[in-house]
């Protein structure tokens, strides 16, 4: 149910925002794969770092840090079931996303064209990377750091350009925006619904940027994790939680 | 931790005693890989766990009263969890021992969090033993349980301990069990092993009355005991 319920309440909320905004610009502009499609691409985006971020957390909730930590699973494999259930997750999120945005509101994704995959690819590995960033934000402060971890798209939404595009941002907000993953695949999906050509060199440049940040997340998560072996704080979080 | 070296030999119920803060849990944290010591190795099996840590802990489990296994998970499922993570072969035949040995099979599909302590403890110590680890280690793993079910747990822990050649790191604040359980005990003391001998006869080498008169004076006076004094 938390799999799909949110994503519904998206999917209904801003279907029906760009329904109301297009009785004002009638025929000549279509909001609803601009605004309803940048705001599902976006929320996939969320539901890809949550899925890694939750797997983690379910584990802290549960104060379930030491049993797991101290079995003989290598952190990479650690690492890697986090993102396969993010995977599993994320999935079934979009699925209920794009069926509820295609049968209600009428959102075509084939508008994308062959550029919706690469899309989704660049958002998918920007989202992996942010979920290992979060659970290394909380493997390194501690549980009650996950409250840090949630605003963590929100704040930078505003640099990715999801409604907006990079022009229309402060030069030093534009800079951020660059090294943004994300603000590549949205300038992309504004040039496809504008009719104006999509740079694949650019979009290329996303993807590459995406995975430089998810190798960058592993080697932080990585590099944490040993000094929370050396410092005794993943027994000291265990011993925490009791008292 | 200051110097502190010892083994636990197949087969050896050795506990680890000591007060609180004296560094029983933080040797324990270091024998499961979760706490790098500054200095020194660790060997489990002839396995040098920082050098291969994945496969020297394939030999180990632990129990602990502080690690409760996932609430929101049945018994079931909390032992499939960790039993594959342990990589257990025959797990499901394994799990059926296991509830039958912890007298746990009414709960098999209980969810952890709705058992009271004792019975989340007995389900603890059957985590522990899922992958029948050549060394144990268990940090006061009766400390929930009632009397009667106790001496029943620390029996079953004997036997199978006996029967699998098991080494047996055991802490625990009950000097009546220490004695009745233990071959061997350790005395810690602000992070040094202060004492170490059979618990049946090393308080009368330190002029105690019992284990319990030697406990309190390792915490009272750990300076006169460490100097050889009685």
Redesign the interface.
Known sequence: MPLFAWVVVDVVLWGLITRYLNTFTGSSYDFVPALLGAVLLWDFLTRVMQGVTMAFFEDVWARNFLNVFATPLRISEYVTGLVTSSVATSAVGLVVMVAVAMLVFGLRFTAYGMFLGPFLGVLFLFGIALGIVGITIVLRLGPAAEWFIWPLPAIISPFACVFYPVSSLPPWMGAVSRLLPPSYVFEGMRAIMLGRPVHPALLLGGGALALLYVGLACLLFVRVHRYAVRTGLIGRYSAESVS | MDGVSFEVRQGEMLGLLGPNGAGK??TI?MV?????PDAGAITIGALDLAAR???A??L?N?A?????????LTVEQNLRV?GL???VAALARRIDELLAAFDLERFRRTRCGVLSSGEQTRVGLA?AMLNQPRLLLLDEPTASLDPATARDVRARIREIAARDGTGVLWTSHNMVEVAEVCDRVLFLSKGRILLAGDPRRLPGEHGRANLEELFISVAREPLALRDGGG
């Open positions: 849990t933080t944290n499961l890989g979760v706490l790098t840590r994945s496969e802990l394939e180990t632990f602990a009263v502080y690690a409760p296994l996932p609430g929101n960790f993570l342990y990589g985590k």
